[in-house]
Protein backbone atom coordinates (compact mmCIF):
# COMPACT_ATOMS: atom_id res chain seq x y z
CA UNK A 1 0.00 0.00 0.00
CA UNK A 2 1.63 3.01 -1.50
CA UNK A 3 0.43 6.00 0.68
CA UNK A 4 1.38 10.05 0.26
CA UNK A 5 0.67 12.94 2.40
CA UNK A 6 -0.09 16.16 0.64
CA UNK A 7 1.07 18.75 3.33
CA UNK A 8 0.21 22.62 3.22
CA UNK A 9 -1.89 25.74 4.25
CA UNK A 10 -4.43 25.44 1.36
CA UNK A 11 -5.86 28.77 2.06
CA UNK A 12 -7.94 28.79 0.11
CA UNK A 13 -7.19 25.54 -2.06
CA UNK A 14 -6.71 26.14 -5.77
CA UNK A 15 -6.84 24.83 -9.06
CA UNK A 16 -2.99 23.90 -8.99
CA UNK A 17 -3.37 22.38 -5.67
CA UNK A 18 -6.09 20.34 -7.32
CA UNK A 19 -3.95 19.95 -10.44
CA UNK A 20 -1.26 18.31 -8.25
CA UNK A 21 -4.19 16.22 -5.87
CA UNK A 22 -5.05 14.63 -9.13
CA UNK A 23 -2.34 13.45 -10.12
CA UNK A 24 -0.97 11.96 -6.96
CA UNK A 25 -4.22 10.23 -6.58
CA UNK A 26 -3.03 8.36 -9.69
CA UNK A 27 0.34 7.41 -8.35
CA UNK A 28 -0.14 6.27 -4.98
CA UNK A 29 -3.01 4.13 -3.22
CA UNK A 30 -3.78 6.53 -1.24
CA UNK A 31 -3.48 10.14 -0.67
CA UNK A 32 -4.16 11.90 2.83
CA UNK A 33 -4.41 16.07 2.15
CA UNK A 34 -3.13 17.63 4.86
CA UNK A 35 -3.73 20.94 6.46
CA UNK A 36 -1.06 22.19 8.87
CA UNK A 37 -2.86 23.52 12.13
CA UNK A 38 -1.49 26.30 14.23
CA UNK A 39 0.03 28.08 12.30
CA UNK A 40 1.40 31.55 13.01
CA UNK A 41 0.45 33.40 10.07
CA UNK A 42 -3.42 34.24 10.37
CA UNK A 43 -5.66 32.45 7.50
CA UNK A 44 -8.00 34.01 5.49
CA UNK A 45 -10.41 30.89 6.26
CA UNK A 46 -10.19 28.81 9.46
CA UNK A 47 -9.16 25.36 9.57
CA UNK A 48 -12.97 23.95 9.74
CA UNK A 49 -13.82 25.73 6.61
CA UNK A 50 -10.36 25.17 4.80
CA UNK A 51 -11.44 21.04 5.09
CA UNK A 52 -14.74 21.28 3.90
CA UNK A 53 -13.57 23.33 0.87
CA UNK A 54 -10.87 20.66 -0.08
CA UNK A 55 -13.37 17.77 0.96
CA UNK A 56 -15.89 19.50 -1.33
CA UNK A 57 -13.78 19.52 -4.38
CA UNK A 58 -11.74 16.44 -4.49
CA UNK A 59 -13.62 13.47 -6.10
CA UNK A 60 -11.15 10.96 -6.17
CA UNK A 61 -12.13 7.84 -4.10
CA UNK A 62 -8.83 7.18 -2.85
CA UNK A 63 -8.16 10.88 -1.34
CA UNK A 64 -9.19 12.01 2.25
CA UNK A 65 -7.98 15.27 4.52
CA UNK A 66 -6.79 15.33 7.62
CA UNK A 67 -5.24 17.57 9.71
CA UNK A 68 -1.84 17.94 11.48
CA UNK A 69 0.21 20.29 14.29
CA UNK A 70 4.06 19.54 14.92
CA UNK A 71 6.30 17.72 13.25
CA UNK A 72 5.38 16.51 9.18
CA UNK A 73 7.40 13.59 9.53
CA UNK A 74 5.92 12.66 12.78
CA UNK A 75 2.40 12.91 11.44
CA UNK A 76 3.49 10.20 7.95
CA UNK A 77 4.38 8.18 10.41
CA UNK A 78 1.03 8.46 12.09
CA UNK A 79 -0.64 8.01 9.42
CA UNK A 80 1.61 4.82 7.97
CA UNK A 81 2.74 6.75 4.52
CA UNK A 82 6.18 6.74 3.31
CA UNK A 83 6.04 9.27 0.92
CA UNK A 84 5.15 13.82 1.03
CA UNK A 85 4.37 15.42 -2.24
CA UNK A 86 4.82 18.78 -2.90
CA UNK A 87 4.32 20.45 -5.86
CA UNK A 88 6.94 22.63 -8.07
CA UNK A 89 5.16 25.60 -10.08
CA UNK A 90 8.81 27.42 -10.80
CA UNK A 91 12.18 27.21 -9.94
CA UNK A 92 11.54 29.77 -6.89
CA UNK A 93 9.67 27.24 -5.17
CA UNK A 94 12.62 25.11 -5.28
CA UNK A 95 15.21 26.35 -2.28
CA UNK A 96 12.33 26.37 0.31
CA UNK A 97 11.30 22.71 -1.04
CA UNK A 98 15.02 21.48 -1.00
CA UNK A 99 15.64 22.93 2.34
CA UNK A 100 12.14 21.28 3.71
CA UNK A 101 12.58 17.67 2.23
CA UNK A 102 16.38 17.68 3.50
CA UNK A 103 15.51 18.32 6.56
CA UNK A 104 12.44 15.95 6.64
CA UNK A 105 15.04 13.52 5.16
CA UNK A 106 16.98 14.03 8.23
CA UNK A 107 14.19 13.58 10.63
CA UNK A 108 13.36 10.28 8.64
CA UNK A 109 14.55 9.04 6.33
CA UNK A 110 11.81 6.41 5.45
CA UNK A 111 9.46 9.18 4.50
CA UNK A 112 10.41 10.34 0.82
CA UNK A 113 9.60 13.74 -0.87
CA UNK A 114 7.98 13.60 -4.23
CA UNK A 115 8.23 17.02 -6.14
CA UNK A 116 5.29 17.13 -9.01
CA UNK A 117 4.75 19.74 -11.73
CA UNK A 118 1.63 21.10 -12.03
CA UNK A 119 -0.16 21.54 -15.68
CA UNK A 120 1.86 24.84 -17.15
CA UNK A 121 -1.77 26.98 -17.03
CA UNK A 122 -1.73 26.78 -12.97
CA UNK A 123 2.36 27.45 -12.62
CA UNK A 124 2.32 31.02 -11.75
CA UNK A 125 -0.95 29.85 -9.37
CA UNK A 126 -0.65 30.66 -5.46
CA UNK A 127 -3.39 31.17 -2.59
CA UNK A 128 -1.29 34.10 -1.58
CA UNK A 129 -1.93 35.86 -5.10
CA UNK A 130 -5.62 34.22 -5.74
CA UNK A 131 -6.43 36.04 -2.74
CA UNK A 132 -4.77 39.73 -3.43
CA UNK A 133 -5.80 39.76 -7.08
CA UNK A 134 -9.49 38.72 -5.90
CA UNK A 135 -9.46 41.40 -2.80
CA UNK A 136 -8.69 44.05 -5.24
CA UNK A 137 -11.15 42.96 -7.75
CA UNK A 138 -9.32 41.06 -10.38
CA UNK A 139 -11.30 37.75 -11.90
CA UNK A 140 -9.99 34.49 -10.69
CA UNK A 141 -12.87 32.14 -11.38
CA UNK A 142 -10.41 30.34 -13.75
CA UNK A 143 -7.92 29.64 -10.67
CA UNK A 144 -9.89 28.01 -8.14
CA UNK A 145 -12.86 25.83 -7.96
CA UNK A 146 -16.44 27.40 -7.55
CA UNK A 147 -16.71 26.45 -4.09
CA UNK A 148 -13.84 28.80 -3.21
CA UNK A 149 -14.65 31.40 -5.58
CA UNK A 150 -17.99 31.72 -3.58
CA UNK A 151 -16.65 31.42 -0.09
CA UNK A 152 -14.29 34.13 -1.35
CA UNK A 153 -16.93 36.43 -2.30
CA UNK A 154 -18.64 36.02 0.99
CA UNK A 155 -15.77 36.94 2.40
CA UNK A 156 -14.37 39.87 0.78
CA UNK A 157 -16.12 42.38 -0.09
CA UNK A 158 -14.42 43.45 -3.73
CA UNK A 159 -12.63 46.60 -4.16
CA UNK A 160 -15.04 49.02 -6.10
CA UNK A 161 -13.19 50.94 -8.70
CA UNK A 162 -14.62 54.39 -9.45
O1 LIG B 1 1.28 25.42 1.92
P1 LIG B 1 2.63 25.62 2.54
O2 LIG B 1 2.59 26.80 3.49
O3 LIG B 1 3.72 25.75 1.52
O4 LIG B 1 2.96 24.29 3.42
C1 LIG B 1 4.09 24.23 4.24
C2 LIG B 1 4.08 22.95 5.10
C3 LIG B 1 2.78 22.83 5.85
C4 LIG B 1 4.24 21.76 4.20
C5 LIG B 1 5.29 23.03 6.09
O5 LIG B 1 5.27 24.27 6.73
C6 LIG B 1 5.30 21.93 7.12
O6 LIG B 1 5.44 20.77 6.80
N1 LIG B 1 5.14 22.30 8.39
C7 LIG B 1 5.11 21.35 9.49
C8 LIG B 1 6.30 21.57 10.44
C9 LIG B 1 7.50 20.75 10.03
O7 LIG B 1 7.45 19.56 9.85
N2 LIG B 1 8.64 21.46 9.85
C10 LIG B 1 9.89 20.85 9.49
C11 LIG B 1 9.99 20.53 8.02
S1 LIG B 1 10.99 21.70 7.24
Redesign the pocket.
Known sequence: MRRAIY????DPITMGHLDIIERSSKLFDEVVVAL?LNMEKQPMFSTDERVAMIREVIPWANVTVGT?E????HYAVQQQAQFVV?GIRAISDYEYEL??AL??RE?NAQVETIFMLPAVEYTYVS?RLVKEVFRLGGDVARLVPPVVLESLKARLPVAVVT
Open positions: PGTFLFGLLVRQMMNLS
